[in-house]
């Protein structure tokens, strides 16, 4: 799959896919208040950022969207889920995951290569258990 770009709209699922060898695995660009997208039982590998985020208005796992996780982040360049400034104050769902570390490794810039979740000034709540180390984690 090429890069999934979110509507502004949102409320999608994006599911059961393998997105590889992209800038952005997916972008969220989403601006809506009070819809979120879905992304769950997804392979997101080899692209530069796995997931980029400036609203946190994606569910990976256990959110408002109601996603069972499940997606595999792993071998993303830089990091494997960005999430922005834009997202200060906000809470990410991210459970039931498979990553390249566990506890998933963090940073607050995004100049960390292999990061697995890059969080802005930790601005954000990023919540992650029930994860595991993907079968293919990269360091």
Same mark, same amino acid.
């Given at each position: 799959?090429?890069?999934y770009?979110?509507?502004?709209?949102?409320?999608?699922?994006?599911?059961?896919?393998?997105i590889?060898?992209n800038?952005n695995?997916?972008?969220?660009?989403?601006?809506?208040?009070?819809?979120?997208?879905?992304?769950?039982?997804?392979?997101?590998f080899q692209?530069?950022? @796995?997931?980029?985020? /400036?609203? $946190?208005?994606?569910?990976l *796992?256990?959110?408002?969207?109601?996603?069972? +996780?499940?997606?595999?982040?792993?071998?993303?360049?830089?990091?494997?889920?960005?999430?922005?400034?834009?997202?200060?104050?906000?809470t990410?769902?991210?459970?039931?995951?498979?990553?390249?570390?566990?506890?998933?490794?963090?940073?607050?810039?995004?100049? @960390?290569?292999?990061? /697995?979740? $890059?969080?802005?000034?930790? *601005?954000?709540?990023?919540y992650y258990?029930? +994860?595991?180390?993907?079968?293919?984690?990269?360091?």
């Open positions: 799959m090429t890069t770009s979110s509507p502004s709209s949102g409320g999608n699922i994006i599911s059961g896919n393998s590889l060898s800038y695995g997916i972008a969220d660009s989403t601006m809506s208040v009070n819809k979120v997208n879905k992304v769950e039982k997804n392979i997101i692209n530069n950022v @796995g997931i980029s985020s /400036d609203y $946190v208005k994606v569910d *796992g256990q959110g408002l969207a109601g996603s069972v +996780g499940e997606n595999i982040f792993s071998c993303n360049h830089h990091q494997d889920v960005y999430v922005g400034t834009a997202a200060s104050g906000q990410l769902y991210a459970l039931n995951n498979a990553w390249d570390h566990m506890p998933p490794t963090t940073s607050n810039s995004y100049s @960390g290569y292999g990061a /697995d979740i $890059v969080n802005l000034n930790y *601005g954000t709540i990023v258990a029930g +994860g595991s180390v993907t079968s293919r984690a990269c360091n």
